[in-house]
């Protein structure tokens, strides 16, 4: 149940840093959504979607670190993988794993491109 709350908090603030952000900025300047811009955002990200990426990216590098731990205390993770995953065939679940890995590459070296000033020097 916690990485299902994460992954959903994960897509919501990509969603609203890729697509929200620009329509909000558009139609509420001058509002509260200014301070959250100006404020909330610089001590978050820094206004560059390459930081946010990464700062996400470190979600996956806790997760596995927790996994790790407790699979060293003797925590059986099995039945919760395999929930998690069964969508996935079994012989196809590193292969998604890798296409993941392969997928967020691609995606951080398309935000470096974009991403090369601050989010608002390019309004």
Same mark, same amino acid.
């Given at each position: 149940m916690f990485l299902i709350i994460i992954g959903i908090v994960t897509f919501i603030?990509?969603?609203? %840093?890729? /697509?929200? $952000? #620009?329509?909000?900025d558009k139609h509420f300047q001058g509002t509260w959504y200014a301070w !959250?811009? #100006?404020?909330?955002?610089?001590?978050? !990200? &820094?206004? +560059? $979607?390459?930081?946010l990426a990464s700062r996400l990216y470190w979600v996956g590098g806790i997760i596995i670190a927790v996994h790790d731990i &407790? &699979?060293? &205390? @003797?925590?059986?993770?099995?039945?919760?993988?395999? =929930?998690? +995953? %069964?969508?996935i065939p079994e =012989?196809? $679940? @590193?292969?998604?794993? +890798? @296409?993941? /890995?392969? /997928?967020? @590459?691609i995606a951080f070296e398309l935000l470096r491109r974009v991403t090369t000033q601050a989010i608002q020097e390019k309004a």
């Open positions: 603030v990509w969603v609203y %840093i890729l /697509f929200v $952000r #620009e329509w909000l !959250w811009h #100006e404020n909330v955002e610089d001590v978050l !990200w &820094a206004k +560059s $979607r390459t930081i &407790a &699979a060293n &205390a @003797g925590v059986d993770w099995t039945p919760f993988v395999n =929930q998690l +995953s %069964i969508w =012989q196809y $679940r @590193g292969l998604a794993l +890798s @296409g993941c /890995f392969i /997928f967020t @590459g």
